[in-house]
């Protein structure tokens, strides 16, 4: 009889902890673009470097506005999360920048626009992103905002705090 309970209460625990994201646990796909694009939709191309890095690319004309994004990041019971990513630009790179968005089911997002240098070199960038306002899940929506040149990213991850 004890050993049933034993199972029974583990079986609960574990089928009640799945699908729940705790503190440290990353919550993006392929956030280094090693598989490609796998899990990203949207706008851009991945590249790989010298080195066997990969990362994507979004190139800007204009008045365009590209995005791409990461759909179902599961955020049940989390309230804060940490996106962190890196970028670099091209050297003829001039424009408004970036506008990161976090967007709820209902289609309300949270957004906070990014001013992007032109820099050869890899810069990183962190956002602590608090109140997921009990939302189940959210999607991470990178814009690039109007401007001329070429944007890199790579590295993204998204840890639920």
């Known amino acids: 009889m004890l050993r049933i309970n034993a199972l029974s209460l583990l079986i609960v625990l574990t089928l009640g902890l799945a699908g729940t994201a705790h503190a440290g646990d990353e ?5 280094d673009f090693s598989r490609g694009k796998s899990g990203w939709k949207g706008e851009g191309k991945v590249t790989e470097d010298d080195k066997e890095n990969k990362y994507i690319e979004l190139r800007v004309d204009a008045k365009d506005i590209l995005d791409f994004y990461q759909e179902d990041l599961d955020v049940k019971d989390v309230k804060d999360l940490v996106l962190t990513f890196r970028y670099k630009t091209s050297a003829d790179y001039s424009g408004r920048g970036i506008q990161l968005e976090f967007v709820r089911p209902t289609g309300g997002f949270t957004y906070r626009t990014v001013s992007i240098q032109r820099t050869p070199e890899w810069k990183s960038y962190t956002w602590n992103f608090a109140r997921t306002r009990d939302s189940d899940e959210l999607t991470l929506r990178i ?8 944007i890199m990213f790579d590295d993204f991850s998204v840890i639920a705090k």
């Open 27 to 31: 919550l993006l796909r392929n956030g």
């Open 143 to 150: 814009k690039i905002l109007e401007g001329d040149g070429e």
